[in-house]
């Protein structure tokens, strides 16, 4: 079975940095295409970015184009995301996903393409 665990999440003031780390265990992460999503509070669940399998191709949300990057380290199985500028508006639960069966030049933008999801870790920004 696989299994993501996020780390990374807290406090922090406007204008600040988190990195989140994602670390994958069950399966070799190079197999999975992996995303972040959050969610806000009354919100619904939304997409930050992808990366493929082998990290040669990324995506963003125009939200987070420019401040957040998004990275891998299939050698210890674990997907990062280095979150920086951050604004109050970006205050929500950071969930990382994995997505198999998928091409490895491929990344996925929808949530219910996604077959593995963390149990998602708490970011507040206060400004």
């Known amino acids: 079975q696989v299994q993501l665990v996020e780390s990374g999440g807290g406090l922090v003031q406007a204008g600040g940095s988190l990195r989140l780390s994602c670390a994958v265990s069950g399966r070799t992460l190079s197999t999975y295409a992996m995303g972040w999503f959050r969610r806000s509070p009354g919100q619904e669940r939304e997409f930050v970015t992808a990366?493929?399998?082998?990290?040669?191709?990324?995506d963003y949300a125009d939200s987070v184009k420019g401040r957040f990057t998004i990275y891998r380290d299939n050698a210890k199985n674990t997907v990062y995301l280095q979150m920086n500028s951050l604004r109050s508006e970006d205050t929500a639960v950071y969930y990382c996903a994995a997505k198999g069966s998928i091409s490895v030049g491929s990344i996925a933008y929808r949530g219910d393409e996604y077959d593995y999801w963390g149990q998602g870790t708490q970011v507040t920004v206060s400004s």
């Open positions: 990366i493929n399998r082998s990290g040669a191709t990324t």
